[in-house]
């Protein structure tokens, strides 16, 4: 009898995102008339750079010619792009790592979910609440439900409150999604220094770092002293680039980070992860990198900051007018989401629906991140400015009365 994994029972029926796009569908076919804007998932309306284009046409070339055609890839990632983010990612910001601690592949997700699948599933972790959703799903899938979550609110402005228990994994996200808050040097600081002291694993994710304007804001946990032996780094191309459809990402494993067997032997876990890799992932595709090396020229890096740009703006635009709709606005300065207090305690799901239904406007209700987000709501900022400025039209037209 075939029978199931009963730790995928465990996961809520549908995920966040999922479910909204269903809500939306289904506004769309009852209310064909009406045009929706989404500011719900975080996905880039801009296209891909000039140069990222030309770097996939010519490799698409390269694959079509006997000489230069390449079958399959490098389990770790090409050479040309580790070293081109090395350089300008890591010894640009006083960080120096080597090759093969940089792995290359298709997603910040797979990343994830691969790394946390090496860790005991007796380990205890710590989610942050309001949460990324994929988190606490992916420890879920794993059998892994001993989870505590760390309350971020109002009063301690977003930042994860302390474990009162001993956690092995801590999930840190800065530039905070969904809140959009950002961790500090000294915070940072504190989290190496907890992790060091309860032999824990710090999970970073920064791959909305590229929105980070403040010099004294780290960009990457590694520019924390003693953090390579305590942290696994995940970074993407999706938002720095505008990857989402096109899929790559790196996750750094330095090799002084070592896990514990049950008699105390110490295990590297950049090697364990090669060996997964090689075994379950097979390889970012060579057009794909290509592309994602082309990031990295002068040039890349000057077209790619204009699509930041455009997104900040929009994200400013978003803060500044709901504030002066009276709103309590957070996040949207070193982030592209803006977390805003619904009005009169209405509940996130009540405001989603308000919004859908009264102006077309698609967001992410904060309570689907976890139950502190109850009562709060996620915007984006990666829609096109003119549906930006129409959505916000649409969001004053009801608030304004
Ligand atoms: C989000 O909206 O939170 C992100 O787009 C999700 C993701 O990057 O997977």
């Known amino acids: 009898m075939a029978s199931v994994n009963e730790d995928f029972l465990n996961l809520e029926n549908d995920y966040l995102f999922s479910i909204i796009t269903n809500k939306k569908n289904e506004f769309e076919k009852n209310n064909p008339d009406k045009k929706v804007i989404s500011l719900g998932i975080g996905d880039v309306s801009l296209p891909l750079v000039p140069v990222v284009i030309d770097a996939m046409k010519k490799a698409t070339d390269e694959m079509a010619k006997k000489e230069t055609f390449r079958g399959y890839g490098v389990v770790q990632g090409y050479e040309f792009l580790i070293e081109k983010i090395l350089e300008v990612e890591y010894k640009k910001r006083g960080v120096e790592l080597n090759k093969d601690e940089v792995f290359i592949a298709s997603g910040s997700k797979g990343d994830l979910a691969g790394v946390a699948e090496i860790f005991s599933k007796s380990n205890r972790v710590a989610l942050m609440d309001p949460v990324y959703p994929a988190y606490r799903d992916v420890n879920i899938m794993l059998g892994r439900n001993d989870i505590v979550y760390l309350k971020g609110t109002e009063e301690n402005g977003f930042i994860p409150e302390i474990p009162k228990e001993h956690v092995d994994i801590i999930y840190l996200c800065s530039p905070n999604n969904p809140t959009g808050t950002v961790l500090t040097k000294e915070q940072l600081e504190f989290w190496v220094k907890y992790a060091k002291e309860n032999n824990a694993v710090i999970f970073f994710d920064s791959v909305y770092e590229v929105f980070i304007d403040d010099e004294n804001i780290p960009h990457s946990i590694y520019e924390i002293e003693g953090a390579k032996e ?172």
């Open 230 to 401: 305590v942290a696994v780094e995940f970074r993407s191309f999706s938002k720095l680039a505008g990857f989402t459809g096109v899929r790559c990402s790196f996750v750094v494993i330095p090799k002084e980070l070592k896990l514990y067997t049950k008699s105390g032997e110490k295990v590297e876990l950049n090697s364990l992860f090669k060996r997964r890799q090689s075994v379950k992932y097979g390889a970012a595709p060579y057009i794909t990198q290509r592309a994602a090396e082309a990031v990295y020229s002068d040039e890349g890096q000057k077209e790619i900051r204009e699509n930041i740009k455009y997104y900040k703006e929009n994200a400013k635009f978003i803060k500044q007018e709901l504030e002066k709709l009276g709103f309590i606005v957070y996040g949207g300065e070193h982030s592209p989401y803006i977390w805003l207090k619904t009005k009169n305690n209405m509940k996130s799901w009540d405001f989603f629906d308000k919004l859908l239904n009264e102006a077309g406007v698609v967001g992410t209700p904060g309570v689907g991140f976890g139950s502190a987000g109850e009562g709060f709501f996620r915007l984006t900022a990666f829609s096109s400015k003119e549906d930006t400025k129409e959505a916000i039209n649409r969001i004053r037209n009801i608030f304004k009365k």
